[in-house]
Structures are given as structure tokens and as C-alpha cells.
């Protein structure tokens, strides 16, 4: 996941849809009345003079009112040059407003406007809007789409400023579907069109240079252009993309340990009072969330929890659901160092509510990154063919013409055969996506069954009721610790080792105080796991264990014992369950007539289900084996449970 610092400089700006006559006028009426002047022109000018300052306070709803008249105004007058500028000053507040459909019936007005009038200039500014606007709608396909159709179109048109200002809309879609090569290279072709006294496109930039560079891990190359940033920064201190040099540099410190020294370069360097007049961009909410990241970091957690709070609020007010779920997620680390728990399960739940939303968005990520690589790829093929073909001009005709037919014919096979596997294999993608979602909800409600918390609740009430504090205290402890480490691993096909080890000895620990301590735990763990802790399916192996406990012990006279044992073997861990309690059949027995048969039915359900998807997906080692023990007697003497959990070797 890319993080929420380095979305700052992605386009923000795209098109609103051309209101009707009607609507217009109630907006109007909404309005103070101000002088009609005798020029019309001067007429569109103030009113788009008064947008732009309703748009620097944040009142998107009024800013665009006026622009949408002087967008009338300027259509009745066939005035290009306003009909634009207005048209594009309406997208910037319906954008805000999350009215992506007017936007784009309003690029599509003034698109049919600029091809009738043949204003090619016109229709790549429209082309680069229209990529604007499918970017922050997350349709990052489409976006790359109609940048490369704008491309196409600047061939034509000799203006530095609208190429330059293709490359940055390109560049940053690139950036955001993490294809950090092509992303850094737009961007250093964008600079030959800039002149060196144009101080603020430098800027911006060498600003988004920055975050580039440090995903690309290249510290030498973030300093150098870090440095030539807060050159500029000198010259015009009082800049977004000042702040938001400072604010990646910090988290660049962050992330390497050394918030200390990124919090004095923040002092050193920043007012935050003066950062509140950008309370209405997307450089505040990221600058805020760095000074809790810092303050977290450094445990001053009151201070995190505070900007925290700042970030979360204009992150919502913004709609941008990664930031929201980050600063979630934050909070609820915050406030579990503080023992809140309560709090900080809340938090949780919300960042996991929005997580759906998150990742469909990470997937159409991925997806169009891939995409963005074959239209690179095809690019390339097409530069090669017309070299070959230059080559081969003197040939004969007859040859020339047989051999473009054959590469003709060639070309369209692979690629016919390529797009064919693409959709299969999307298709199937999807599909295992969908099976993946749906079972670890299924997981997860399974394990925090209505029944499992009464009965523990329960428990926590007997030791308040004895006056047990002290057991109290610790079952409490152990319960919401499970929870959180539940729904934590819960969004997630893997986890690594440790955690889920955590997991099922808190799980282990909950039924022994529950049971009365009426049988104990043995732990065999292999010290090449202990040492290498590789990452393995979660949550497989706790139904077993909850088996083993409700069905093997709960019925025997005897003090039962639950050895629980991991073992390396080539790229799979075994995991072996044994219990000494009353068998497969008498539990089978028994089972029926109690009221967690049917659950416990359900939850090994769902387990074997999550290990056919793994091997569906490539774990093919994937699987578990129950044998039934029995001493010399031929009498039950317990059960064994051999499961193979695989190691992801891309998480490692």
C-alpha cells in the first residue's frame, strides 16, 4: 500500500457537467445580488474572481454557483477562452463535492464545443481533464487511456506548458498505481519544458521527485532533489509543495527510526499555524497525520491521538478512504498503548468497515498497473515495427506487402491469444478474491460466535462475583487482547508465525479459565520457526483446537491434556493437535445433543474451504489429516489432528 503521505500531488482538478438554465437561477437566488457591469466579459471575470476566493475558504457549494455563471454567460457569448477557463474552475468544487457524473457531462459539452469550433490546444487541455477526473474516480484504466489519447493529440500543438502539464497528470497516475519507474521518468521529461525562472512548477516537481525517489529507495537521489526544493523554498517560502517537501522528508525519517530528528526539522522549518491556511488541500490532513505518526513513535501519545484526530477529520471531509482507514488504523494503535481498549477496538472496526472499499481500489490498481506495462510494451512494438519498416523501403513492393500482412497477421494472434489469458485469468482472479473475502468474514464470525463470548463473559462474571481481581484482571486482559488480534489478522490471507502463535495460545489460555483449568497446555514448537518466523495461512488451526477442547474434554473424567506441536518440513509447517479425551466416535455421540454442534460443524467447514482456495491458488500442499488414537485395549485414548500449513515465500 502506498502510503497516505505521497497522494498530495496526484490531480486533483477535473470537470463539471453544464447545469441547466432553471438550476442555475436557483442558484442564483441563493446569492447576494452584485452589479451587472456593462461588459459582459468583465461580468464572467468577477464572478470567476469570486469562485476562486469562495474556493480558497472551502465553500465549494457558493464557488460553484458563480462559476457555473460565468460558465453561462461565456457559453451564451461563444466566448472560448472563458467557456473554458470557467468550465474548468466549475470541475475543481464538483470534484470537492464528489459529483464526478456532472464533471463528466460537462467535459463532454466542451468537448463537442472544441472539435465544432477544431480547437486542437482545447481538446488536449480536455483530454488531460478528463484523465484527472477517472483518476479520482479510481477508474485508472481509463485515465491512462485518455492521457495517451491527449498525447497523441499535442503532437500538434507546440506549448510547453499544457506538455509539460500532460506529463505531471500522467506522471502522477503512474506514481498512484505504484509503477514508480515509468512515474520518475515522466516527471524528469516534464522539467525540459520548464524555464529555470519558473520557480513554482519547478517546485512541484522536484516535491513529488521526492516521494518517488524514496519508494524507489533511492536516499542519494531524494536528497539531491530535497535539496533543490528547499532552494526554491527560500525564494517562496510560504508554498504547498513547500510543506509538503518537509512532510515527506519527515516521514522518510519516520520510517528509517529517526522521528527525532524529523520532528526538529518540522520546528526548524515549518509554522504550523501557518499551515491552517491550506486546511482545504490534501497537504494538511498528510502533514497532520506525520506529527501523530512522529509523536506516536517518540510515545507521546496524547499529542498523536490529537493530530490524529486533525487528519482523520479532513480526511474525511475529502473522501479519501486510504488516509481514512490509515489514520484508523493509527488511532487504534494510539489508543491501545494508552489501555484503551475499548477505543481502540472501535477504531479498528471503523478502518476494517472501509477496508472493502480500500482494497477493491488497491485492485484496480494492480490491475491497470499491469495494463500501464502493456501499453508500454505495445508502445515499444510499434516504435520497433516502424524502425523495421523504414529499414526495408527499398524492398520490393510484393515483399513489403507480403511480409506486412504476415507481421499483420502474427500481431493479431498473440494479441488476440494475450487478451484472451488476460480476461481468463481476471476472471479467475476476481473470482478467488470474492471466495477469499467471503470466508474470512466467515472466519471471523465463527470464531467470535455469540456463544464463545457468553461463556466467556460468563466466566469473567464468576471471578468478579468471587472477588477474584486479580484472575479478573487477567482474563480481561487475555479476552480483549484475542479480539484485537482476531479482527486484526481476520483481513488477511496470511500471517506471520509469531502473531498467530499470540493468537492461539490467548485463545488456549480464555478455555482454560472458562473449563476451570480442567485440563493444561503443551507447546513443541521447531527453533528454526522461532528463529526464521515465516509467514502461514491465519486462522486454520484454531477450530481444530476449539474441537479438541469443547468435544474432547468437556465430557471426560479425567484432567485433559492438549499438546499443540510445529514442525518444519521443507517449504510447509506441519502443525499436529493431540488430546487425551474421549474419542471421534463418543464425542460424535455426545455432540448432537448440544447446543455448539452446529457451529463448530460450520467453522471446520469454513476451515477446509480455506485450505481448497489456498490450493486453488497455488498451495497445493495445502491440508489436514485426522487420525483416532486408542490404547492396547482397543479403547478410545484421544485424537490427533495433522495439519500442513504452506509458507508464503513472497512474505517472508
Given at each position: ?346 477504531f479498528l472496526k471503523k478502518a476494517k468497515s472501509l477496508k472493502e472499499d480500500y482494497d477493491n481500489r488497491e485492485i484496480k490498481k494492480q490491475i491497470a498497473k499491469i495494463e500501464s506495462k502493456h501499453l508500454l510494451i505495445e508502445n515499444q512494438k510499434k516504435l520497433s515495427n516502424l524502425r523495421e519498416v523504414n529499414l526495408k523501403q527499398g524492398e ?257
Amino acid at each position: 500500500m502506498t502510503t497516505f503521505r505521497t497522494r498530495i500531488f496526484t490531480l486533483c482538478a477535473v470537470i463539471l457537467m453544464f447545469v441547466s438554465n432553471n438550476n442555475a437561477q436557483d442558484i442564483e437566488h441563493k446569492q447576494e445580488n452584485f452589479p451587472i457591469l456593462h461588459s459582459t466579459k468583465d461580468t464572467i471575470d468577477l464572478l470567476i474572481k469570486r469562485g476562486d476566493s469562495l474556493s480558497k475558504l472551502g465553500e465549494n457549494g457558493l464557488s460553484r454557483s458563480n462559476y457555473i455563471k460565468a460558465f453561462q454567460l461565456a457559453r451564451r457569448r461563444s466566448d472560448k477562452k472563458r467557456l473554458l477557463k470557467s468550465g474548468i474552475k466549475i470541475v475543481y468544487a464538483s470534484v470537492e463535492l464528489n459529483q464526478y457524473s456532472d464533471a463528466e457531462e460537462t467535459l463532454s459539452f466542451i468537448e463537442s464545443y472544441c472539435n465544432k469550433v477544431k480547437d486542437t490546444l482545447c481538446l488536449v487541455e480536455i483530454k488531460k481533464r478528463y484523465g484527472g477526473l477517472y483518476h479520482k474516480m479510481g477508474d485508472y484504466k481509463e485515465s491512462l487511456n485518455v492521457l495517451n489519447q491527449g498525447f497523441s493529440l499535442a503532437k500538434n500543438v507546440n506549448d510547453d506548458i499544457l506538455n509539460h502539464n500532460l506529463l505531471l497528470a500522467r506522471a502522477g497516475l503512474l506514481y498512484d498505481i505504484e509503477n514508480y519507474k515509468e512515474s520518475k521518468k515522466d516527471y524528469i521529461t516534464s522539467l525540459k519544458y520548464l524555464k529555470s525562472t519558473d520557480s513554482k512548477r519547478l517546485l512541484n516537481v522536484y516535491t513529488s521527485l521526492v516521494s518517488v525517489y524514496s519508494d524507489l529507495n533511492d536516499l542519494d537521489s531524494t536528497h539531491y532533489y530535497f535539496k533543490k526544493a528547499t532552494k526554491l523554498c527560500d525564494k517562496i517560502p510560504e508554498n504547498v509543495n513547500c510543506y509538503m517537501t518537509y512532510n515527506n522528508l519527515a516521514y522518510i525519517y519516520y520510517e528509517n527510526g529517526e522521528s527525532k530528528k524529523a520532528l526538529d526539522l518540522i520546528s526548524n522549518n515549518v509554522n504550523l499555524k501557518d499551515l491552517e491556511k491550506y486546511k482545504n488541500s490534501t497537504m494538511y490532513p498528510a502533514f497532520m497525520h506525520t506529527l501523530g505518526a512522529l509523536y506516536h513513535d517518540t510515545k507521546d501519545y496524547d499529542k498523536a491521538i490529537a493530530y490524529f484526530d486533525i487528519a482523520l477529520e479532513y480526511s474525511i471531509k475529502r473522501n479519501y478512504i486510504p488516509s481514512i482507514v490509515l489514520v484508523n488504523e493509527d488511532l487504534s494503535k494510539a489508543y491501545e498503548a494508552l489501555g484503551d481498549y475499548k477505543n481502540s477496538i472501535v477504531f479498528l472496526k471503523k478502518a476494517k468497515s472501509l477496508k472493502e472499499d480500500y482494497d477493491n481500489r488497491e485492485i484496480k490498481k494492480q490491475i491497470a498497473k499491469i495494463e500501464s506495462k502493456h501499453l508500454l510494451i505495445e508502445n515499444q512494438k510499434k516504435l520497433s515495427n516502424l524502425r523495421e519498416v523504414n529499414l526495408k523501403q527499398g524492398e520490393e513492393i510484393s515483399k513489403v506487402k507480403l511480409f506486412s500482412y504476415l507481421l499483420a497477421f502474427f500481431l493479431i494472434l498473440i494479441l488476440s491469444t494475450l487478451l484472451y489469458h488476460e480476461h481468463k485469468n481476471r476472471l479467475r482472479f476476481h473470482q478467488i478474491n470474492e471466495e477469499l473475502s467471503l470466508n474470512r468474514f466467515k472466519s471471523l464470525r465463527s470464531m467470535m460466535n455469540p456463544h464463545f463470548l457468553f461463556n466467556s463473559f460468563s466466566t469473567l462474571q464468576n471471578y468478579i462475583l468471587k472477588k477474584e481481581s486479580l484472575k479478573a484482571i487477567e482474563y480481561m486482559t487475555e479476552l480483549s487482547g484475542l479480539i484485537r488480534k482476531v479482527l486484526s489478522s481476520s483481513d488477511s490471507i496470511y500471517t506471520c508465525f509469531s502473531k498467530e502463535l499470540e493468537l492461539l495460545k490467548s485463545y488456549i489460555n480464555i478455555e482454560k479459565g472458562r473449563f476451570e483449568e480442567s485440563f493444561e497446555a503443551v507447546y513443541n514448537i521447531d527453533e528454526r520457526i522461532l528463529d526464521t518466523n515465516p509467514t502461514i495461512p491465519s486462522m486454520i488451526v484454531q477450530p481444530y483446537i476449539e474441537n479438541a477442547i469443547i468435544h474432547g474434554f468437556s465430557h471426560a473424567n479425567k484432567k485433559g491434556l492438549l499438546e499443540l506441536s510445529f514442525k518444519k518440513e521443507n517449504d510447509a509447517i506441519i502443525c499436529t493437535i493431540e488430546d487425551n479425551g474421549i474419542g471421534r466416535e463418543e464425542a460424535e455421540r455426545l455432540k448432537k445433543k448440544g447446543s455448539n454442534a452446529p457451529h463448530l460443524s460450520i467453522a471446520t467447514r469454513n476451515t477446509n474451504e480455506r485450505l481448497r482456495i489456498l490450493n486453488k491458488i497455488g498451495s497445493h500442499n495445502a491440508g489436514v489429516r485426522i487420525n483416532d488414537l486408542f490404547f492396547e485395549s482397543g479403547t478410545p485414548k484421544g485424537t490427533e489432528v495433522v495439519i500442513t500449513l504452506p509458507i508464503n515465500q513472497k512474505r517472508k
